[in-house]
């Protein structure tokens, strides 16, 4: 896995012109929240069916951040006491804080949407990234932040805890790049990371995804074809072999949506 690692690294650090005629192999797309919601949504709809006690007060990881617009919404949402993003794209990684400036910029103003600047975020995005702003006032400069990480390969200390950790719709991407081995020490290392008694909010794809999606590069190929661990399994895996004592499944209430193919449970697993 370590070669990998130098891979996803390398990948990462082209030129940045040459990037834009690649694929998004870890699922970095650009405007992926305006794309998945739609420019009718304002809230993610996820956080809907999310419960506050998950959050407020509380110490977050949200894994797969990409540009951190369901990370900002649920610390001002939920008033997080802090909440980290992490992703494996810088490029994904510093749209996130542009987002975030924009957010400290907007805090007390109305929901009336924000202005394109000079950050080059997608119109979509922007729109999307309307409900961040808030009548209460939040310190989202201590709540929240953001680091460039391919989670798989990072090191925490022993000390290092969290009480809630978001998971969604990242799971497919560290399957399908890191394979089944790849996916076992993602379950691990979340419920390590959680405190005694914390949440994984787990969004997993389906299989039919990873079957759209496994040709977007020759890792990805070559990974597709040995995976054993099918979505339906993740369930048992974390409750008998991980450790994890109850789950929750959830539903998003997307059946409205006009973005097909992202009406997709999510379970609630506790430590």
């Known amino acids: 896995m370590a070669e990998e690692q ?88 510093d749209d996130a804080y542009r987002n975030l400036r924009r957010a400290r910029i907007n805090v007390g103003k109305p929901d009336n949407g924000l202005e394109l600047g000079a950050s080059g975020a997608s119109k979509r995005d922007t729109e999307a990234s309307t409900s961040i702003s808030s009548s209460k006032e939040h310190d989202l400069h201590t709540d929240v932040s953001f680091q460039q990480q391919n989670f798989i390969f990072s090191q925490y200390p022993p000390e290092k805890h969290y009480d809630t950790i978001l998971c969604l719709s990242v799971a497919k991407w560290i399957h399908l790049n890191w394979g089944d081995d790849g996916l076992i020490t993602l379950f691990y290392k979340i419920w390590r990371l959680l405190h005694p008694g914390g949440i994984l909010v787990l969004e997993p794809q389906p299989w039919k995804s990873y079957e759209a999606n496994y040709s977007v590069s020759e890792t990805t190929k070559k990974n597709f074809k040995s995976i054993r661990i099918l979505p339906e399994e993740f369930q048992e895996i974390l409750l008998d072999k991980i450790g994890f004592r109850t789950v929750e499944a959830l539903t998003t209430g997307l059946s409205h949506s006009n973005t097909g193919g992202f009406n997709r449970p999510i379970f609630v697993f506790q430590k």
């Not at 130098?6 to 192999?25: C, D, G, S, V, Y």
């Not at 709809?45 to 419960?51: D, H």
């Open 6 to 93: 130098e891979k996803a690294e390398a990948e990462l650090k082209q030129n940045p012109k040459r990037r834009k005629k690649h694929a998004f192999p870890y699922g970095n797309y650009q405007s992926y929240y305006g794309y998945r919601l739609g420019q009718k949504f304002v809230e993610d709809p996820r956080l809907k069916v999310f419960k506050k006690e998950w959050f407020e007060g509380k110490d977050c990881l949200d894994i797969g951040c990409n540009s951190g617009m369901v990370t900002i919404q649920i610390a001002r949402k939920f008033n997080c006491r802090r909440i980290l993003g992490v992703d494996i794209d810088p490029d994904r990684v």
